[in-house]
Structure formats: C-alpha cells, structure tokens
C-alpha cells in the first residue's frame, strides 16, 4: 500500500514538473472576438512566411513574455508565457496570426536558436500594451539559417481583418530595447 502511495506521488509530483512549461496565457484566436480586450490583455498581429525551405519538418517560432522588472523571460516551471507559432517548411508567402496575450513586453526567443534574426535594430522586443490591438510585425525565414523581420502593416490589416475585434485599429507595436533574454529552463 505504501508502495503504490510513493509511486503515485512521484508520478504526480513529476507531471506537474514536466507539465508545468506547457501552462500558458497567450492565446491563438481564430475567430472574431465580440469586445476589444481588456486592461490587462492585448491582441497581437504577427506575420510569418519562408522564402527558402526550412530543413526540417517544421519552422518554429517563438517570442517570450519579458519582464522589465526583472529584466529576463517570465516563465516558470509553472507558468510560461510565450507566443509559439509553428509553420509548414515548404516556402510560402507571410501568413498573419492572431493571439491574445497578457499585456507586457514580448521578445524574439533564444530557443530560435536554429533561426537567428538578422542584424536589424527592430524585430527583437516590443510592448504589447494593454486594451490595445497591435502589429509586431513579419518574421521571414530567408535561407542560411537566418530570420529578416520586416513591416507591412496594409498587408497585416488585410490579412488579418476577418479575426480582429470590428472596432479594433491595428497599429505598430511599440519596439523595446530589452537586456540579454537567456531561454526559459525547465527541468524536474
């Protein structure tokens, strides 16, 4: 009996370890939400396309909540917030995507590590800020391990219009400069 008791608390106790990574606060949206969102949330426009073929199966990429206060990624083994978009790896033109997400600062994640964004003084942080319906902008795998980050806010107004709230302006997020953003390390 006390064998079987040991066994089903380790098991738990890892799981909430393991598990803990994948609670997370960023949202995808889909379909249109009725109201602009709140105070403490912000809807976020980014655009991802490839220009060359990624060599794997898929084309990761994925921007960490950062905390100015503490001046580094704000996830736990609990609780990790982080925007994590997943593209085919065949080339294909910029698709916008849509997420709702606490309103804070968002930065281009070291776990891009096979994608590193090309030397430019924007792409690498912005504010989310709160109530506010915003264009990071696009991330565009370009070959040679490398990502550009470009602006085209006609583009993402139009792409992204069907799934934004009616009364909502797009307008650019807000770039940050942010301290070295070391990737989140979770391990039981």
């Known amino acids: 009996m006390r064998r079987g008791f040991l066994h089903w608390t380790s098991l738990l106790i890892a799981c909430a370890f393991i598990t803990g990574c994948l609670l997370n606060s960023v949202h995808p949206i889909t379909t249109a939400p009725q109201t602009k969102p709140d105070s403490a949330h912000a809807i976020i426009v980014i655009g ?61 994640s070291a776990r891009n590590a096979n994608a590193t964004l090309a030397s430019s003084t924007m792409g690498r942080a912005f504010v989310a800020p709160p109530g506010a319906t915003v264009y990071f902008g696009d ?40 301290a070295h953003a070391p990737g989140l390390l979770c391990t039981p």
Do not use: M
């Open 48 to 108: 991802v396309g490839l220009e060359a073929a990624w060599p794997f199966t898929e084309f990761p990429l994925v921007l960490d909540e950062y905390s100015a206060d503490k001046q580094g990624i704000t996830g736990t083994c609990f609780h990790y917030n982080r925007i994590e978009i997943t593209r085919p790896s065949s080339p294909a033109k910029v698709v916008y995507l849509v997420y709702e997400v606490p309103a804070n600062i968002y930065v281009y």
């Open 139 to 178: 991330y565009v795998f370009v070959g040679n391990a490398t990502v550009e980050f470009r602006r085209n806010i006609g583009a993402a107004r139009s792409g992204a219009q069907s799934v934004l709230p009616r009364e909502s302006v797009l307008k650019f997020a807000e770039p940050t400069t942010v």
